[in-house]
């Protein structure tokens, strides 16, 4: 029997009698708003385990069920709108309903489903990928981010005849590679994986020193997502770069998440060039997406010419539903412009709710990078990954859960991600929303017997 980690594991609540009676309040009022959801939420526990089949959005006392949602709206089953600050995880990049991409799965349902056989879009979307990401010479795809880092690495082990694969603690690369702050992950693949801190130079350092001879990847978020929003520096990619290069071993960048912050990758923001970059969530609009790609000489291992390639096989790799939406996604909607007004709207909401958290003086932090951010409570400084796993639970799902009763869906663990349909007026909202919370909860507050 394996244990199942949430990589949105909660740290155990503080001792705060006033935060624990009004997040046992919360949670009552939450479960008397939401009959549908909970009915919902009871019938899919007769089929699926706890009535979940993605653990990341798993909530307890249970999970609002969404029925429908379009722009940056989701409604509920209870029929109540939110201003969508979630924005899928990073993968609602575009919104629920952008007519270039509906136009174009439209279009492909037209023309029928499931070829069984190479079809006429794959290649224009490899070219629209290869051309906007530097690292990448070829790319193969998957579908979801998980595949595309398990092939990563498969890749890079063939490529360097070598097995360790370096990771970070608090990093999160898929289902079966999960590495929870401090926390060992059960359902991972067995991999030779070494954890190391993440942005700290002289603790990596010596462990790949001392890995220097088995080490075939490194491989990283430019920015801990799942983590915590906690952004790489630059000087640590660098180095990186420079180890990784000398010791014969494939940097991997994931930029599942973080290639949306600059128009060609955090890579091409900051210059440090990987070996092999995987990428996911919003390339293709809304479908189920990943792809691995890097250096040719290194993604050759799977060209089906060569006697002695890999096989990375999967039914519905090139699927045209998928390659007619990232087409259409990113060469139309996905530009360079919107890129840059996308996280310029994250940088404006990342300085207000800061702006909101210092004016109450409330002991919480938002980090992240543009259109990607995450609330956090407990200190006022969040630099590090043991940082953001140490925060205070209770106060993240009070904050959460008044976020929902407000009418501002975001994820459980205080991280939002803007899409391109949110509005100057959806900025207001969220502010005055979190704002409300901070007011609350906030030493210079109006009820300060709450701090
Ligand atoms: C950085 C990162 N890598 C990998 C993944 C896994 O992608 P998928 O959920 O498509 O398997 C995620 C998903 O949250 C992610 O954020």
């Not at 039914?315 to 539903?321: C, D, G, H, K, M």
Request: aromatic share 8%.
């Amino acid at each position: 029997m394996t244990n199942v980690v949430d990589p949105m594991a909660t740290t155990p609540p503080k001792h705060h009698n006033l935060a624990n009676e009004a997040l046992a309040e919360a949670r009552a009022e939450f479960v008397e708003r939401n009959p549908k959801s909970l009915a919902a939420h009871q019938y899919a526990a007769k089929y699926l385990p706890g009535g979940n089949t993605r653990t990341s959005i798993f909530a307890s006392p249970f999970p609002l069920a969404i029925q429908r949602a379009w722009d940056a709206r989701v409604v509920d089953l209870d029929g109540h709108e939110y201003v969508d600050a979630l924005g899928e995880y990073t993968a609602g990049l575009l919104g629920h309903s952008n007519e270039t991409v509906m136009e174009a799965v439209r279009g492909a349902l037209d023309d029928g489903i499931s070829f069984g056989g190479t079809n006429a879009y794959e290649a224009r979307f490899a070219e629209i990928i290869v051309n906007r990401y530097p690292s990448i010479e070829r790319v193969r795809f998957t579908n979801s981010g998980t595949e595309a880092n398990l092939m990563a690495i498969v890749a890079a082990r063939r490529a360097t005849g070598k097995s360790t694969v370096l990771v970070f603690d608090g990093a999160y690369h898929g289902g079966v590679l999960n590495f929870p702050f401090g926390q060992p992950a059960d359902e991972n693949v067995p991999f030779h994986f070494v954890r190391a801190p993440y942005n700290d130079m002289d603790g990596t350092r010596a462990l790949l020193e001392e890995h220097r001879d088995t080490l075939a990847a490194v491989i990283l978020e430019p920015m801990l997502g799942a983590g915590g929003g906690i952004v790489a520096e630059t000087s640590f990619l660098q180095m990186l770069r420079d180890f990784t290069e000398s010791a014969g071993a494939a940097l991997i960048f994931d930029e599942i998440q973080t290639s949306r912050l600059a128009p060609n990758g955090i890579q091409g923001e900051v210059n440090v060039i990987p070996d092999i970059t995987t990428i996911g969530k919003y390339h293709a609009g809304g479908m189920s997406f990943g792809a691995f790609g890097g250096k040719a000489s290194i993604m050759e291992a799977f060209n089906p010419n060569n006697a002695a390639h890999m096989s990375h096989a999967g039914t519905f790799n090139n699927n045209t539903l998928t390659m007619r939406a990232g087409i259409a996604a990113m060469s139309k909607v996905v530009t360079e412009e919107a890129i840059h007004a996308l996280n310029a709207k994250g940088n404006r909401l990342r300085a207000r709710l800061t702006d909101a958290i210092r004016k109450h003086d409330v002991d919480a932090a938002v980090t992240g990078r543009g259109s990607i951010m995450t609330v956090h409570f407990g200190s006022k400084t969040v630099a590090t990954a043991a940082d953001a796993a140490h925060g205070d639970s209770t106060m993240r799902e009070l904050f959460y859960l008044h976020m929902l009763q407000q009418g501002v869906w975001i994820a459980r663990r205080g991280m939002m991600a803007m899409s391109i349909p949110v509005s100057e007026q959806d900025l207001d909202v969220i502010v005055s929303t979190a704002d409300s919370f901070f007011a609350e909860w906030g030493k210079a507050g109006a009820q300060p017997a709450r701090a």
